[in-house]
């Protein structure tokens, strides 16, 4: 059962807005986009990436409530492509989009799994070194 004074909360109301908005932005067709045939018969369905916050905040001051009210809330909605699902004469194959790194920090995540491979091959050859 719901209480009736949260119905009343001007938070509520910043937050219920906040949040159609942000369902505005993010459907169905944003994640798996609308098909694009081309003349030669090819039909592309774009893949993407959706990631959203939200965050909201407010308070009453004083004795009686929604007379002073202070608050704020707020949203970002960020849409990263990821792939292609490609369909020609019956065939469907998935065709990546490489995004490139945004940042150092995205390249050296990137990098990772190579710098550990040349880490450990290093050392094995160290190893084998001080065996003989």
């Known amino acids: 059962m719901e209480n009736k004074m949260e119905n009343k909360n001007p938070l509520s109301d910043m937050m219920r807005t ?8 993010v ?3 944003t994640i798996v986009g609308q098909p ?21 905040g407010g308070g009453d001051y004083g004795k009686a409530p ?5 608050g704020g809330a707020g949203a ?18 998935v065709l990546p ?7 150092t920090v995205d390249r050296i ?12 091959k290093f050392f094995d050859k160290k190893e084998a070194k001080e065996t003989l």
């Open 18 to 25: 906040t949040m159609e908005k942000v369902r505005e932005m």
């Open 27 to 29: 459907d169905t067709n």
């Open 36 to 56: 694009i045939t081309t003349p030669d018969g090819v039909t592309l369905i774009p893949i993407s990436k959706v990631s959203f916050g939200f965050g909201s």
């Open 66 to 70: 929604k007379e002073n009210f202070g």
């Open 76 to 93: 970002g909605v960020k849409i990263d492509p990821v792939a292609f699902l490609v369909i020609k004469d019956g065939t469907t194959r």
């Open 97 to 103: 989009v490489a995004v490139p790194p945004a940042s």
């Open 109 to 120: 995540v990137d990098m990772a799994p190579d710098i550990m491979d040349k880490v450990e």
